[in-house]
């Protein structure tokens, strides 16, 4: 496994958890939390699987 790779495995975890935690807050609408966890899995999976 690559330094990138193990970089996208810990990024992604933690932006899906300021997702969360920024919807629980009340500063994002669902939709927009939903559309966010969505984004950045689709973009680590498309990213670790072409390095």
Do not use: E, H, K, W
């Amino acid at each position: 496994m690559t330094d990138a790779q193990m970089g996208l495995i810990v990024a992604t975890p933690i932006i899906i958890a300021f997702a969360v935690a920024l919807r629980r807050m009340g500063v994002l609408r669902t939709s927009a939390a939903v559309l966010a966890v969505v984004a950045s899995v689709g973009i680590a999976a498309t990213l670790f699987l072409t390095q």
